[in-house]
């Protein structure tokens, strides 16, 4: 799209809303290849080929490790040069990914494929990179952006996982799912990319949020947006303060414990005696509720500090984990995803949003690329550590005393990261 056309456009609405929806969409496009995803088609995938759980969440863990290491460079990537040509060609990376998985005649082949995919997904679409493009673009209604973007891959994983038992139910295979996640990401993903995407509002001739908000800002109980903004932090920095490091080892706790939670939410219910068409639902409200606790997460945060609500979020999310070794009927599975995915999925927002208040938006893109490197390793951990766990002892109640731990701990280390002081000049 050329720049007149762009700033026709802009001229009917502030142009962060399109860059936001452009990352938005990634992330929905992105979710084929997220734990949920994953989980819902995993006895399909077993049964098929006869490849063992713990093989399947290797995959995961390879391919999540490639996102990390993906990660700080394209958080690095959106500060300097912006996102477009970054999420073009991540998009036909993953493409290919999917591609490549839908094919595989071996593991060895399904693992190549997750590597390609979930790296260029988690590392450069979705992640740290969508992040930094809700804090480049907003400052006061950072809460909503941030919360939008972070609802993507939920949501997306929810279409995902709808979709998916539909084509199933329907005749095709799950490699039939993967080769058309494909076809989806090179028609719209890297076009929208390519045409919409800009590097940040002062390119535009705006300022974040489309121009002054202070009177909007100023309402009755919304508190000020505290920002960092005026001291230009970096990254090395930043890594010298126990408040960032405090952050990154609660969220990689939280982020391990969400995604051992999401991927083994199929099989337990099943073993519980609900059905894997309800089992499959089970899992898409979790995501529908996840997606929508990231808008309300982030809404709170313009009224009430991010900070304590990530602990109210992590302490409500483990007693929401062991309610679940409680449910035994169709019904009760249903109501306990969907509280369970509004108080686990606010930790990815909230998150953000500590980082970019405490070390502002010049650097946020690498430190948290950085972050995201060893989220996605605690993500990919957590499923392998799980299924180790369930083929040791062939217990659910151990995995999710687990998590709960988990969650815990994450609340612990979110009340020790206080705000730091700014370096010496």
């Known amino acids: 799209m050329s720049d007149r056309l762009v700033a026709r456009l802009g001229a009917r609405i502030y ?6 929806g452009v990352a938005t969409l990634g992330g ?10 994953m989980g819902s088609v995993l006895l399909a995938i077993t049964q098929d080929t006869g490849w063992t759980n713990t093989g399947i969440a290797g995959a995961l863990l390879a391919g999540t490790l490639i996102g990390g290491l993906v990660s700080p460079l394209a958080g690095a990537w959106v500060d300097r040069h912006g996102p477009r040509a970054l999420m073009s060609m991540a998009a036909v990376v993953m493409a290919a990914g999917f591609a490549l998985m839908g094919w595989s ?12 995919c979930r790296g260029a997904a988690q590392g450069a679409i979705g992640g740290a990179a969508q992040r930094a493009i809700a804090v480049h673009w907003f400052l006061h209604y950072r809460g909503r952006a941030m919360g939008i973007v972070s609802m993507s891959v939920p949501l997306g994983g929810a279409a995902a996982a709808f979709g998916g038992a539909y084509a199933m139910r329907h005749g095709w295979a799950w490699r039939d799912t993967f080769l058309a996640m494909g076809v989806i990401t090179l028609v719209v993903l890297v076009p929208a990319a390519l045409l919409l995407l800009r590097r940040s509002p002062e390119t535009l001739g705006l300022e974040q949020d489309g121009g002054a908000v202070e009177p909007r800002a100023a309402r009755a109980g919304r508190r000020p947006r505290p920002t960092a903004d005026e001291y230009p932090w970096t990254l090395a920095q930043a890594l010298r303060t126990w408040a960032l490091r405090f952050l990154m080892a609660g969220a990689v706790m939280a982020i391990a414990a969400n995604g051992t939670v999401v991927f083994y939410h199929v099989t337990y219910l099943v073993s519980r005696g609900v059905s894997q068409v309800q089992a499959v639902t089970a ?5 529908l509720s996840g997606a ?16 304590r609500l990530s602990i109210i979020s992590q302490l409500l999310a483990a007693a929401g984990v062991l309610l679940m070794l ?30 970019a208040n405490y070390f502002g938006r010049f650097a946020f893109g690498r430190i948290g690329g950085l972050m995201a490197s060893f989220q996605l390793v605690g993500l990919g951990l957590g499923p392998v550590i799980a299924s ?25 280390l979110y009340l020790m990261a206080r705000r730091p002081a700014l370096p010496a000049q």
């Not at 005649?105 to 390609?116: I, K, Q």
């Not at 988990?406 to 612990?412: E, N, P, V």
């Open 105 to 116: 005649p071996t593991l060895v082949a399904f693992y190549c494929g997750y590597m390609l």
């Open 388 to 412: 180790a766990v369930y083929d040791t002892f062939h217990s659910y109640a151990a995995i999710y005393g687990l998590v709960a731990v988990g969650y815990l701990s994450s609340a612990s």
């Open 326 to 355: 409680r449910v035994d009927t169709a019904i009760g599975a249903f109501v306990l995803s969907a509280v369970l995915g509004l108080l686990v999925r606010g930790e990815g927002s909230l998150t953000g949003l500590i980082v």
């Open 28 to 37: 929905v496009v992105s979710a084929g290849s997220s734990q949920m995803y």
């Open 15 to 20: 142009y962060g809303w399109v860059v936001l």
């Open 292 to 307: 929508l606790a990231n808008i309300v997460w982030g809404y709170l945060s313009e009224f009430f500090s991010e900070r």
């Open 283 to 287: 899992v898409s409200i979790l995501a």
